[in-house]
């Protein structure tokens, strides 16, 4: 009598050839909260307004990182050549003192010339502005009048009140103290940032859980540190050539050489705030050149060098030097410098493009956030 195999082992035979039952897939991890559309105005908002009334903190800041930025390649040369860190942040930051010392001591006699001249010379050029706006003047005279007299208006001008303020001086007085305490303050955050700098990156850094999200970050802040350094110091090499060009061009038309530098000065310091800048330094060459020369012809010269200049400087010698990886778009470029000027004036202006090249770097280096960077391109 033969013996039937048991129904367990052909059972486990055919389970042993047949495929492993499939596993529960694991589940999605669950989707990110998304804050309501009002709270993302509202913190926007709440953004701003910290930026603006908090200005007297937040731009020696700035500008302090941004001088320490400039500083901090030199400081790397000079720790190449067995230079201390301390004493390279020391010379690079009494170098600067200095040339922006001398560089005041040869601008200041000819500002102040101009500011005492600019009543008078005002006068002196009005003939010639007139001369050149008369024809828009006439249109827009007669224009005013044609809708009076359709409007049925008095051609009367209304009473104007002129307002005066008593307390100019005190304001003068109590403004000069925290200007000093305002410099005295970023020069004292430029050193302290070159300096110390590094080592307050390395101990935010071992607030980090493991090991590889140290690895990681200090790769992405290097990079970022090392891209943003290098753009800042090439772009005010840049500006520096740019003015010493115009400063130099001016000479050779004539105008004594510590006006030629103010200009140059002028137009490096404006560069920093593309299209605005340009803009106020051709207006401000035009009106130099209508004050020093007497005819039509020289006395466009100044802002058709500078105009020439700055087309060279910006369609040629800045993308060949710094790329494609510092390329802005310009309406990103105009709504930044908006957005800035609104918030700190002047000086908002001449750090918008910094600070939106400091963004992107940054967009640029964390995973995820690629898109955003390609948007300010």
């Known amino acids: 009598m033969n013996a039937q ?6 059972s486990g035979s055919d389970a042993a050839d047949g495929d492993a039952p499939d596993l529960p897939a694991p589940r999605p991890p669950p989707p990110r909260p998304r804050s309501p559309a009002a709270v993302v105005v509202l913190a926007t908002l709440a953004v701003c307004f910290t930026l603006w009334a908090a200005q007297e903190l937040i731009l020696p800041i700035l500008l ?24 390279g942040a020391l010379l690079v930051l009494l170098g600067g003192l200095t040339a922006a010392g001398a560089l005041g001591n040869q601008l200041i006699e000819p500002a102040g010339e101009w500011v005492r001249q600019v009543p008078r010379e005002m006068k002196q050029i009005a003939p010639k502005l007139r001369d050149l706006t008369k024809p828009m003047l006439d249109a827009n005279k007669a224009a005013q009048n044609i809708a009076r007299a359709a409007g049925g208006e008095s051609t009367s001008k209304p009473v104007q009140v002129i307002r005066t303020e008593l307390n100019e001086p005190y304001k003068v007085l109590t403004a000069t103290p925290r200007r000093v305490a305002s410099v005295l303050a ?18 935010a ?25 290098r753009y800042v110091l090439t772009i005010t090499v840049i500006n520096t050539v740019l003015g010493l060009a115009l400063a130099a061009s001016l000479y050779w038309l004539g105008v004594p050489m510590q006006e030629a530098l103010l200009w140059g000065t002028m137009a490096a310091i404006l560069n920093f705030a593309p299209y605005v800048g340009p803009l106020i330094g051709i207006i401000i060459m035009l009106l130099m050149g209508f004050v020093a020369f007497d005819d039509l012809l020289p006395s466009l010269l100044p802002a058709g060098i500078y105009l020439a ?9 800045t993308p060949i030097i710094l790329g494609h990886s510092m390329r802005l778009s310009p309406l990103v470029l105009i709504l930044a410098l908006m957005l800035f000027g609104w918030l700190w004036g002047i000086i908002g202006l ?15 280096r964390i995973e995820g956030l690629g898109g955003w960077a390609k948007l300010l391109e």
């Open 5 to 10: 195999p048991p129904a367990e082992s052909a």
């Open 64 to 87: 302090a990182a941004f001088f320490a930025l400039v500083g901090n390649p030199i400081i790397r040369f000079l720790q190449r050549l067995y230079v201390p860190r301390f004493f």
């Open 205 to 229: 850094l071992a607030l980090l859980p493991t090991r590889q999200q140290k690895k990681l970050t200090v790769e992405i802040l290097t990079s970022i540190e090392r891209a943003i350094s």
């Open 309 to 317: 200049l700055h087309t060279v400087e910006s369609q040629i010698v």
């Open 350 to 364: 001449l750090l918008a493009v910094p600070l939106l090249v400091c963004v992107k770097l940054v967009l640029a």
């Open 186 to 203: 970023v020069v004292l955050l430029t050193f302290f940032f070159m300096v110390y700098g590094q080592t307050l990156q390395r101990n």
